[in-house]
Antibody
Framework: QVTLEESGPALVKPTQTLTLTCTFSGFSLNTPGMRLSWVRQPPGKALEWIARIDWDDDKFYSTSLKTRLTISKDSSRNQVVLTMTNMDPVDTATYYC??????????????WGKGTTVTVSS | DIQLTQSPSLLSASVGDRVTITCRASQGISNYLAWYQQKPGKAPELLIYAASTLHSGVPSRFSGSRSGTEFTLTISSLQPEDFATYYCQQLNGYPPWTFGQGTKVDIK
């Protein structure tokens, strides 16, 4: 059974750095073709894809956020860490991690964590 | 970045209705498009990938199609558990990827 769970602070202050951890089980990020994405959703708004890390350590970021994001993995611990610097109230959102598969040249986010809600406020 | 425009933003329908949601890409993305369903307070769930391939366990009343840069999600006979918000996502090549703005399906 594949599961993912996000963890991190529920409240951060403006200008602080946010660190989120995705802990997963049931698959390995060492498997060729396996990837993991982060997606966020501000309250009442649409989903926004923000970052992805691949089995071979390739990394990809949202165009609008790339200067503030860093994604990394610890495959031995089955964890992916996302850091976002210089947090602002507009970054208030639920942050999801999702397994991202590559199958016959198609990519898709097939299993999601429940999400973790982050509020940015002083 | 590739933009996705979903329509309508809100759709009111009754149980048993045939429902169609459209997602238009700002440039060609071949068939690299997925559809997700999200219920309030829950994480999104994958319905369809590769524009028309039903994800495992998804009821057959859901279907997807493509015509050029226009993609369609159809629910053939709306069930009570289908009232939710639906998002399309383009996964064309390397990221960045994008989602549509969502279509909320509510009870008429």
């Amino acid at each position: 059974q594949v599961t993912l769970e996000e963890s991190g602070p529920a409240l951060v202050k403006p200008t602080q750095t946010l660190t989120l951890t995705c802990t997963f089980s049931g698959f390995s990020l060492n498997t060729p073709g396996m990837r993991l994405s982060w997606v966020r959703q501000p309250p009442g708004k649409a989903l926004e894809w923000i970052a992805r890390i691949d089995w071979d350590d390739d990394k990809f970021y949202s165009t609008s956020l790339k200067t503030r994001l860093t994604i990394s993995k610890d495959s031995s611990r089955n964890q992916v860490v996302l850091t976002m610097t210089n947090m602002d109230p507009v970054d208030t959102a639920t942050y999801y991690c999702a397994r991202t598969r590559l199958e016959d040249y198609q990519q898709f986010l097939d299993v999601w964590g429940k999400g973790t809600t982050v509020t940015v406020s002083s | 970045d590739i933009q996705l425009t979903q329509s309508p933003s809100l759709l009111s329908a009754s149980v048993g209705d045939r429902v169609t949601i459209t997602c238009r890409a700002s440039q060609g993305i071949s068939n690299y498009l997925a559809w997700y369903q999200q219920k309030p307070g829950k994480a999104p769930e994958l319905l369809i990938y590769a524009a028309s391939t039903l994800h495992s366990g998804v009821p057959s009343r859901f279907s997807g199609s493509r015509s050029g840069t226009e993609f369609t999600l159809t629910i053939s006979s709306l069930q009570p558990e289908d009232f939710a918000t639906y998002y399309c996502q383009q996964l064309n090549g390397y990221p960045p990827w994008t989602f549509g703005q969502g279509t909320k399906v509510d009870i008429k």
